[in-house]
């Protein structure tokens, strides 16, 4: 629910893409997002980048200024173009290829600046805006979180890429200490608020090179 919170600031990425690995958890965001009163759309069939640009282009192209924001009853602000799909929908060059992909990193971080653009501003400089990336959780192979990072290297549009995971996640269940969270709970950090954490992204990519021993040995 929380990750809802980190939508980027329509105004500065008048597209977010929220991708989640397991259909599961594709199913609870639709709940997510209704309860959170933020409109969006599933999008169906294979997603490639040139399909995100095109997307991107439309929306900017669409309105000469932006549509009026919504907010939901928090007044949080939401984008007016979402869309959710799996994964599983990206489209990629084959890995060998993917060197010709742009070096540029995906940036990670809090929502973009808050600013607005003049409403009388007709025309839209595409270099001014991103594209939001939103991964609902991390996969247990890294691959496949590499995978995503890929596509966004592969937009035209420049990309705020965020993965969020849960510590109780099957992923870090069992390897976060528990006097740690204890520490957190007693300064006051809420079972919903965002951390990051260099530390706990180790513990993630540990965890993932563990399950790819475990996958290869069991083959």
């Not at 799909?85 to 540029?104: I, K, V």
């Not at 973009?112 to 192979?141: C, K, Q, W």
């Amino acid at each position: 629910q929380r990750m809802i919170r980190w939508l980027p600031d329509p105004s500065r990425s008048p597209l977010t893409l929220i991708l989640a690995h397991d259909p599961k958890t594709f199913e609870q965001l639709q709940t997510v997002l209704e309860q959170a009163d933020v409109k969006y759309q599933i999008h169906l069939g294979a997603m490639s980048p040139a399909v995100v640009n095109q997307m991107f282009d439309l929306q900017l192209s669409s309105q000469a200024a932006f549509p009026q924001i919504a907010a939901n009853q928090n007044n949080d602000i939401v984008p007016a173009r979402v869309y959710l799909a799996l994964t599983q929908q990206l489209s990629l060059p084959p890995r060998e290829d993917s060197r010709s992909l742009p070096r540029r990193p995906a940036n990670s971080g809090p929502r973009l600046p808050a600013d607005r653009l003049p409403a009388d501003r007709l025309s839209v400089n595409p270099a001014d805006f991103t594209i939001g990336v939103l991964v609902a959780e991390r996969h247990s192979l890294r691959t496949q979180d590499d995978q995503v990072r890929d596509f966004c290297r592969a937009l035209q549009p420049r990309c705020q890429l965020g993965f969020f995971v849960a510590l109780d996640d099957s992923l870090l269940a069992g390897k976060v200490d528990p006097a740690m969270q204890q520490l957190l709970e007693h300064y006051g950090m809420k079972a919903d608020e965002p951390l990051q954490s260099f530390l706990l992204e180790r513990l993630v990519r540990r965890s993932q090179r563990n399950a790819l021993r475990l996958l290869e040995n069991a083959e």
